[in-house]
Antibody
């Protein structure tokens, strides 16, 4: 059974870098069929996709965040990571990691497994 | 690419709820739908326009044509009260886009 768990600091100071880890169990992150993504949700607002990574290291990013986002993967630990630099209070959100397992084309299948989310607050 | 959802939809128990997701020629894209209850992570309820993941009741269905995709929930129950989000892949800029979300209220 797939499980994803986000971990990282709950409080980050403005201008610093937000760093989160997603620990994956129940599936190999090296699965040739899966992509691994980060999505965030500011308090009381909607969902925003941040970016996704394939086990090979190839990535897609939200154009609005691309210059500040780094997504990486450690297949030996079955984990993937998010770094968001130069944060501001506008980056305060619940951050989710999720699995995308497209069945026939990249845009198919949706995100079928999500972590519980972790709240990150940006404040001095 | 912009996806437009109504902020809220209200329906009485046992009735049918229809939640729309508007986008330019969205019928040419593949649409996914998520349900999110307060304090919980989103759950995929419809993928690839009209398919249901295992464990999702048949009461949930989807359609997609022209400029509108629709999530239909038949025989609505109190437990269906949640926020619902549509999602597509914008191939022109290589990124996933979510609609703004619709709060379903069961009267």
């Amino acid at each position: 059974q797939l499980q994803l768990q986000e971990s990282g600091p709950g409080l980050v100071k403005p201008s610093e870098t937000l760093s989160l880890t997603c620990i994956v169990s129940g599936d190999s992150i090296s699965s040739s069929s899966s992509y691994w993504g980060w999505i965030r949700q500011p308090p009381g607002k909607g969902l925003e996709w941040i970016g996704s990574i394939y086990f090979s290291g190839s990535t897609y990013h939200n154009p609005s965040l691309k210059s500040r986002v780094t997504i990486s993967v450690d297949t030996s630990k079955n984990q993937f990571f998010l770094k968001l630099s130069s944060v501001t209070p506008a980056d305060t959100a619940v951050y989710y990691c999720a699995r995308h397992n497209p069945q026939y084309s990249y845009d198919s299948s949706g995100f079928g497994g999500w972590g519980q989310g972790t709240l990150v607050t940006v404040s001095s | 690419y912009v996806l437009t959802q109504p902020p809220s939809v209200s329906v009485a128990p046992g009735q049918t709820a229809r939640i729309t997701c508007g986008g330019n020629n969205i019928g040419s894209k593949i649409v996914h739908w998520y349900q999110q209850k307060p304090g919980q992570a989103p759950v995929l309820v419809v993928y690839d326009d009209s398919d249901r993941p295992s464990g999702i009741p048949e009461r949930f269905s989807g359609s997609n044509s022209g400029d509108t995709a629709t999530l239909t929930i038949s025989r609505v129950e109190a437990g269906d009260e949640a926020d619902y989000y549509c999602q597509v892949w914008d191939g022109s800029s290589d990124h996933w886009v979510f609609g703004g979300g619709t709060r379903l209220t069961v009267l």
